[in-house]
């Protein structure tokens, strides 16, 4: 399927399956060297992350927990540069290290909240590693550590992101038309 629509909008197959689990593949291998001798607290971030997070998991070989928050930031196709806590954090954090597995990392809005949350709650060290990145879009000073696919700033869907719900079970990732 190279095109697809939902609701009101268009989208066209960018980037395929494959090209997605090479650069997973990368991207684990980073922090498999970077985490050896660590034990780091995994943080999913619910719903968009969890195609990429089971797949970049099953790729790392250090000891590690998994816990998962939900926010929210989206509405439609635009940040609202408010991020809501659907689902908070539910584990003593106190001197962790906490990889924030996150599906696309945009303006950096939410990444910035969840980075200060995770710092008020003792975290030792905290970094990213998400799916995809818009350079173009980001608005913050924080670091991106592990960037699986950089993109231009053209909404996406699919492989855990969604256009207000839809989209997520795409295995590949397609682009919005104009
Ligand atoms: P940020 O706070 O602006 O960095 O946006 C982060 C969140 O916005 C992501 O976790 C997604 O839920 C959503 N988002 C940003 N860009 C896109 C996109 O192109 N497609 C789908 N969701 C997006």
């Known amino acids: ?56 998991m099953k790729k790392l070989t250090m000891p590690c927990r998994i816990s998962c928050v939900k926010l929210s930031s989206y509405s439609g196709t635009s940040s609202t540069n408010q991020v809501k806590e659907l689902v908070g954090l539910n584990e003593d954090l106190t001197g962790q290290r906490v990889l924030i597995i996150e ?34 879009a980001y608005k913050k000073d924080l670091p991106v550590h592990y960037v699986a696919l950089p993109i231009p700033n053209k909404f996406v869907i699919g492989h855990g992101l969604d256009y207000d719900g839809w989209g997520r079970n795409l295995t590949d990732i397609y682009q919005v038309t104009e």
Not at 108 to 113: A, D, K, S
Request: net charge negative; proline share 2%.
């Open 1 to 56: 399927m190279d095109k697809i629509t939902f609701l009101d909008k268009t989208f066209v197959k960018y980037i395929s399956e494959k090209e997605i689990e090479e650069a997973t593949e990368r991207v684990a291998k980073q922090i498999n060297e970077d985490y050896k001798n660590d034990q780091p607290i995994l943080l999913v971030t619910l719903n968009g992350a969890i195609v990429f997070a089971v797949e970049l």
């Open 103 to 136: 599906d696309i990392v945009d303006t950096g809005v939410t990444y910035e909240h969840m980075h200060k949350m995770l710092m008020d709650a003792h975290a030792k060290d905290v970094r990213m590693a998400t799916m995809a990145f818009k350079p173009d």
